[in-house]
């Protein structure tokens, strides 16, 4: 199985969740084992190879250093990439953050399927993992354990009873990442998004940005999109994260209660864990049981 790459350049622009200002975002194709690579295209920063290391902040968003600036927000743009199986790509954004959009991923898979995906001349490498590693940290916990695929499993438990507890499993394959993962949107309550903006902070959020909850209430005219959009949306942003580790994974992800930060130290700690992978190289793969490229853009309903 080959690595790939877009076939054309994508360029997209929406406002930013943090700064509600308006965000310009370019993605191009790359060069195998080129890996994603973001840089600020409003400054002198040159393009900085993403990993579980570039990221300095987890409050609110995923935040990864680029040169003497940083880019927010990259979690939604990371799990389209490696949800529709992109290994190599260079971004350029315009501003502090990469756009949101509906807060979901969905436009970022429907740009990129419109954009093309294109077999590269070099193998593609995989991280199998073989034996179980766990994360524990203030009540929540993540692990990973072997598996032939990579799958996700994730619970999550909030008092609020429009949310309440939801379990979530996906096998993660291009098709069921872009249909059942990525159309998930971010989440507030209405009185924390109301202190947020108090302290100049998700300036960008509101109904078209993420679902707000108010009480039992979920204020978007529209409702939710999935009875377990909450959960799904966790799984997204945990694609997104885990993604920084470089390359595809075999392996089963369990989660409890997780959110960014924990997601971030997980990664950092599986490649500190070197005797519990392995690197591969798959070149007669299934094509089918990791990349599916048959795929149209979904609706944004």
Same mark, same amino acid.
């Given at each position: 199985?080959?690595?790939?790459?877009?076939?054309?350049?994508?360029?997209?622009?929406?406002?930013?969740?943090?700064?509600?200002?308006?965000?310009?975002?370019?993605?191009?194709?790359?060069?195998?084992?080129?890996?994603?690579?973001?840089?600020?295209?409003?400054?002198?920063?040159?393009?900085?190879?993403?990993?579980?290391?570039?990221?300095?902040?987890?409050?609110?968003?995923?935040?990864?250093?680029?040169?003497?600036?940083?880019?927010?927000?990259?979690?939604?743009?990371?799990?389209?990439?490696?949800?529709?199986?992109?290994?190599?790509?260079?971004?350029?954004?315009?501003?502090?953050?990469?756009?949101?959009?509906? #807060?979901?991923? /969905? *436009?970022? $898979?429907?740009?990129?399927? =419109?954009?093309?995906?294109? !077999?590269?001349?070099?193998?593609?490498?995989?991280?199998?993992?073989?034996?179980?590693?766990?994360?524990?940290?203030?009540?929540?916990?993540?692990?990973?354990?072997?598996?032939?695929?990579?799958?996700?499993?994730?619970?999550?438990?909030?008092?609020?009873?429009?949310?309440?507890?939801?379990?979530?499993?996906?096998?993660?394959?291009?098709?069921?990442?872009?249909?059942?993962?990525?159309?998930?949107?971010?989440?507030?309550?209405?009185?924390?998004?109301?202190?947020?903006?108090?302290?100049?902070?998700?300036?960008?959020? #509101?109904?078209? /940005? *993420?679902? $707000?909850?108010?009480?039992? =209430?979920?204020?978007?005219? !529209?409702?939710?999109?999935?009875?377990?959009?909450?959960?799904?949306?966790?799984?997204?942003?945990?694609?997104?994260?885990?993604?920084?580790?470089?390359?595809?994974?075999?392996?089963?992800?369990?989660?409890?209660?997780?959110?960014?930060?924990?997601?971030?130290?997980?990664?950092?700690?599986?490649?500190?864990?070197?005797?519990?992978?392995?690197?591969?190289?798959?070149?007669?793969?299934?094509?089918?049981?990791?990349?599916?490229?048959?795929?149209?853009?979904?609706?944004?309903?």
């Amino acid at each position: 199985m080959k690595q790939r790459t877009l076939k054309n350049t994508i360029e997209m622009e929406s406002i930013g969740l943090h700064t509600g200002e308006k965000m310009q975002v370019t993605i191009h194709p790359a060069y195998p084992d080129t890996g994603i690579c973001f840089r600020r295209s409003d400054t002198e920063s040159e393009y900085t190879r993403v990993s579980p290391y570039t990221v300095t902040s987890t409050q609110l968003a995923t935040t990864i250093q680029c040169g003497n600036q940083t880019i927010s927000t990259i979690e939604h743009l990371m799990a389209a990439l490696y949800g529709l199986g992109v290994d190599n790509a260079k971004i350029d954004v315009r501003g502090p953050e990469v756009p949101v959009f509906d #807060g979901s991923a /969905t *436009a970022f $898979v429907n740009a990129i399927l =419109d954009a093309g995906i294109v !077999e590269q001349a070099k193998a593609r490498k995989f991280i199998k993992f073989k034996k179980r590693i766990r994360l524990e940290k203030d009540g929540k916990w993540i692990e990973i354990i072997p598996s032939r695929f990579f799958k996700v499993t994730f619970d999550i438990e909030f008092e609020n009873e429009s949310i309440g507890q939801q379990k979530g499993y996906f096998n993660v394959t291009p098709e069921s990442f872009s249909k059942e993962l990525a159309p998930a949107r971010t989440f507030g309550f209405k009185n924390e998004v109301e202190q947020l903006w108090q302290m100049g902070l998700a300036k960008g959020g #509101g109904l078209d /940005t *993420a679902v $707000v909850i108010d009480g039992k =209430d979920v204020l978007n005219p !529209e409702g939710l999109r999935f009875n377990d959009e909450f959960v799904r949306h966790k799984m997204l942003d945990l694609v997104g994260d885990i993604s920084l580790l470089g390359y595809p994974i075999f392996g089963h992800i369990r989660a409890y209660k997780s959110g960014h930060n924990l997601n971030n130290l997980f990664a950092r700690t599986l490649i500190e864990s070197a005797n519990f992978y392995s690197i591969i190289e798959l070149p007669d793969i299934d094509p089918a049981l990791i990349n599916n490229l048959e795929l149209k853009p979904q609706g944004m309903s």
